[in-house]
């Protein structure tokens, strides 16, 4: 059983920062990528950013020139900086993990984690 562990959330004011945490736990986990999305009412989930084990990072449009993701393969981790925040990055941001436990691949996700951003 892999579980997603979330940190970070929380109210912040517009143009100011805030990192998320996420670490997968589960016995004999290895990460293939990680990443974050977000999700408001209404709305699909969409990526913003995600971490490779090969050390690649991508950043969705939502987040270009404003949050930077990084993360360590051996620790299972990966973390979310979001700088100079907007009230419309008001959602719910969720880690997503995928990788392999005893050679299966499956996808997990984290329950998901608040951030509002107003003054």
């Known amino acids: 059983q892999v579980q997603l562990e979330e940190s970070g959330g929380g109210l912040v004011q517009p143009g100011g920062s805030l990192n998320l945490t996420c670490v997968a736990r589960?016995?004999?986990?290895?990460?293939?990528?990680m990443g974050w999305y977000r999700q408001t009412p209404g709305s699909e989930r969409e990526v913003a950013a995600a971490?490779?084990?090969?050390?690649?990072?991508i950043i969705s449009n939502i987040g270009k020139g404003r949050f930077t993701i990084s993360g360590d393969s051996a620790k299972n981790t990966v973390t979310l900086q979001m700088k100079s925040l907007k009230p419309e990055d008001t959602a719910v941001y969720y880690c997503r993990a995928y990788g392999s436990v005893s050679g299966t691949n499956n996808n997990y996700w984290g329950q998901g984690t608040e951030v509002t951003v107003a003054s």
């Open positions: 589960g016995s004999g986990f290895s990460m293939i990528h």
């Open positions: 971490f490779y084990a090969t050390g690649m990072t």
